[in-house]
């Protein structure tokens, strides 16, 4: 079967850190470019962060550029987002999801759901006092 697996959400408080991470089974992940999204409650998605297959390239969006940090280990399938100094307004529930592109050192926060080979099944997200 082939999957993504988040992990690490949970409750935390504003200016904590908390790392997300996405495993996959089933599939290399080395061959995907794999992005980080979010949705609050009665919000549209929102691309959070992105990595290329390759690793080279990142992206961010300019909510949580310099605070967020994305990350890929290959050798264990998995890629990670580092969230730190975080704030209630990043409380939502975060996918990961995997892309192919003919450009192993492209990806895209904007990714439209057509770019889009796999989905996880989310991890919730609370920053609060």
């Known amino acids: 079967q082939l999957q993504l697996v988040e992990s690490g959400g949970g409750l935390v408080q504003p200016g904590g850190s908390l790392r997300l991470s996405c495993a996959a089974s089933?599939?290399?992940?080395?061959?995907?470019?794999i992005g980080w999204f979010r949705q609050a409650p009665g919000k549209g998605r929102e691309g959070v962060s992105c990595v290329s297959s390759n690793g080279v390239f990142t992206d961010y969006a300019d909510s949580v550029q310099g605070r967020f940090t994305i990350s890929r280990d290959n050798a264990k399938n998995t890629v990670y987002l580092q969230m730190n100094t975080l704030k209630p307004e990043d409380t939502a529930v975060y996918y990961c999801?995997?892309?192919?592109?003919?450009?192993?050192?492209?990806?895209?926060?904007?990714?439209?759901?057509?770019?889009?080979?796999?989905w996880g099944q989310g991890t919730q997200v609370t920053v609060s006092s």
């Open positions: 999801a995997a892309s192919q592109y003919v450009q192993d050192y492209y990806c895209s926060v904007y990714a439209e759901e057509g770019e889009i080979n796999f």
């Open positions: 089933g599939f290399t992940l080395e061959n995907y470019a």
